[in-house]
T-cell receptor
Framework: RKEVEQDPGPFNVPEGATVAFNCTYSNSASQSFFWYRQDCRKEPKLLMSVYSSGNEDGRFTAQLNRASQYISLLIRDSKLSDSATYLCVVTPGASNYQLIWGAGTKLIIKP | NAGVTQTPKFQVLKTGQSMTLQCAQDMNHNSMYWYRQDPGMGLRLIYYSASEGTTDKGEVPNGYNVSRLNKREFSLRLESAAPSQTSVYFC?????????????FGNGTRLTVT
């Protein structure tokens, strides 16, 4: 089993819709979680950190479910500019700083 | 403010050739990293440098060497390129080696080894 798993998609979603996708992780000792966004043929950029209590940044909501070992990203009122690949990133444990990256979920917002 | 600058953007090598990928950051970050990204896989850490003067192996260091030339610059060298090293390479930096420091990436280098 991969340490971090994501549905590769693509998720084809009409503009204005709400879309959500999950990321599962295998190491129960993982401490920190992040979502990065990567546009086609560009570098990854931090979208948001994921806190235990969940957090929201505008149209984006991230949640953590430690019991089931997954994090989620919800995008409301999707825009064409949200089209990208969303990368889930997990830390392996308390003392290991090498981030574990998912392969990403591709999102395509259609007009 | 350029952020993280990588050169070259594209490179084609023949098997056995060598090359150095250059990376520089102007954000006064302490930590720097080299990743590779392959289709269908997450980014994999090749080497990292927690601070000037230190380097450590990541998940996939074989076939690579690095140099932290100074606080700004962190280069990646392929001594004898192999087709398995065909990939997109990203340099990144962060304020420090901790979870609260987001990574800032360069634009990437697309390397093809024939």
């Amino acid at each position: 089993r991969k340490e971090v798993e994501q549905d590769p998609g693509p998720f084809n979603v009409p503009e204005g819709a709400t879309v959500a996708f999950n990321c599962t992780y295998s190491n129960s000792a993982s401490q920190s979680f992040f979502w990065y966004r990567q546009d086609c043929r560009k570098e990854p950029k931090l979208l948001m950190s994921v806190y235990s209590s969940g957090n929201e940044d505008g149209r984006f909501t991230a949640q953590l479910n430690r019991a089931s070992q997954y994090i989620s990203l919800l995008i409301r009122d999707s825009k064409l500019s949200d089209s990208a690949t969303y990368l889930c990133v997990v830390t392996p444990g308390a003392s290991n700083y090498q981030l574990i990256w998912g392969a990403g979920t591709k999102l395509i917002i259609k007009p | 403010n350029a952020g993280v600058t990588q050169t070259p953007k594209f490179q084609v090598l023949k098997t056995g050739q060598s090359m150095t990928l250059q990376c520089a950051q102007d954000m006064n970050h302490n930590s720097m990293y080299w990743y590779r990204q392959d289709p269908g896989m997450g980014l994999r850490l090749i080497y990292y440098s927690a601070s000037e003067g230190t380097t450590d192996k990541g998940e996939v260091p074989n076939g690579y060497n690095v140099s932290r030339l100074n606080k700004r610059e962190f280069s990646l060298r392929l001594e004898s390129a192999a087709p398995s090293q065909t990939s997109v390479y990203f340099c990144a930096s962060s304020v420090a080696l901790n979870y609260n420091s987001p990574l800032h990436f360069g634009n990437g280098t697309r390397l093809t080894v024939t």
